[in-house]
């Protein structure tokens, strides 16, 4: 498929949107279950077996054989329905909300926010939220992840092998938590609509790798969506200048073979003692623990990609000593250098 195709059945109306256009109402909220939340009734969705009320709603169905849909059992993505309404709800999955073309106004637990083109906006399960009707050139695509996919599945394949992901991860864990959702400003971002493109391809016209496509895909939205967020955080005015942390976290991976505590400090003009403070504060981790975890994670790319000698890793890791090595290896992956070589 290619984009021009995309795009034709992005915007092509679905019969359900013709209905809609010509002045029809939908109703199949009104048979859904309803709670109320802050003293106002929300809807209930059920998304774990998507009823027809549901896909009628949200799938897109340009024509036979062209529905955007996955076969992933904790991945689900649809085309929002035009010209009409979908009521305050709430369900049980984390949802992300991606603008293909135009605008689309949204009140998400009480605040609302007008979603541009290209941007995205996460939000968090049994978050109440609605959507106004979109016009004919606002195309917006939902995707419904199980929360716990999302957390201990793609975000955790990131934060394992990067202090500075899983410090950005664990702020958008937090910011999530608590304001219910997260609004990510990739409106000028080059990767993330060329990502969705493919993303949406591959979902109309399914390749014989499709699910392995589209959930790879997806982790590299997700992925990107990290450097998004790493831009806004670099916005923010309360750790711009009073708390180098982003940057200095950037500095140790990039030199932790040779750095020191001392010449980090020197290099961002504070305190070895804050810098112990402020990696601790916001990584959970002392500053050797983060040297260790480099150095092993280094050792461990060499052992598994190339054939130099351990004692040739030793020293291409930072090590000097390597019995020391040896043990801090042993510690972490509960087996010798040599024996983790043997099994790649």
């Known amino acids: 498929m290619n984009l021009a195709t995309l795009d034709h059945y992005l915007r092509e109306l679905s019969p359900s949107e ?7 109402a939908y109703t199949g909220w009104d048979k859904m279950k309803r709670i109320k939340i802050d003293g106002r009734e929300c809807s209930v969705l059920k ?7 549901y896909m009628e709603q949200k799938q897109h169905m340009p024509g036979s ?4 849909s996955t076969t992933l059992p904790s991945l689900s993505i649809k085309r929002n329905s035009r010209f009409n309404p979908v009521p305050e709800h709430i369900h049980t999955h984390i949802e992300i909300n991606y603008v293909y073309s135009g605008r689309c106004l949204q009140v998400v637990d009480g605040h609302p926010i007008t979603l541009e083109k290209n941007q995205l906006l996460l939000i968090d399960t049994n978050c109440p939220h609605s959507i106004a009707a979109l016009g004919e050139d606002d195309i917006m695509i939902s995707v419904l992840i199980n929360k716990d996919f999302l957390r201990d599945n793609v975000f955790t394949q990131f934060s394992k092998d990067s202090v500075l992901s899983h410090f950005f991860i664990n702020a958008i864990n937090e910011k999530t938590d608590h304001d219910h959702f997260l609004l990510f400003h ?15 391809c591959e979902c109309y016209d399914p390749s014989v790798n499709s699910s392995d496509i589209i959930l790879h895909l997806f982790y590299t ?4 969506l990290i ?9 923010d005015e309360r750790f711009e200048y009073n708390v180098p942390i ?23 003009h504070i305190s070895p003692n804050y810098v112990s403070i402020l990696l601790k504060k916001y990584t959970d981790l002392t500053y050797m623990q983060m040297i260790q975890m ?6 461990e790319n060499l052992l598994k990609s190339t054939d130099f000698s351990i004692t040739e890793i030793t020293h291409m890791a930072g090590y000097k000593n390597v019995s020391f090595f040896y043990k801090k290896f042993q510690e972490k992956y509960h087996c010798s250098p040599a024996d983790y070589r043997g099994k790649r």
Request: net charge neutral.
């Open 227 to 235: 450097n998004v967020y790493e831009n806004e955080f670099a916005k």
């Open 47 to 53: 998304i774990d077996n998507l009823s027809p009320e």
């Open 65 to 68: 054989g062209s529905v955007m």
């Open 294 to 299: 480099q150095k092993l994670k280094y050792a």
């Open 186 to 200: 990739s409106e000028n971002n080059r990767r993330i609509p060329l990502f969705f493109q493919e993303l949406f």
């Open 221 to 224: 939205i997700m992925a990107e």
């Open 18 to 24: 013709q209905r809609y256009k010509a002045g029809h």
């Open 246 to 268: 982003v940057p200095m976290i950037r500095y140790i991976e990039k030199n932790f073979r040779t750095c020191t505590l001392e010449s980090v400090a020197d290099f961002f």
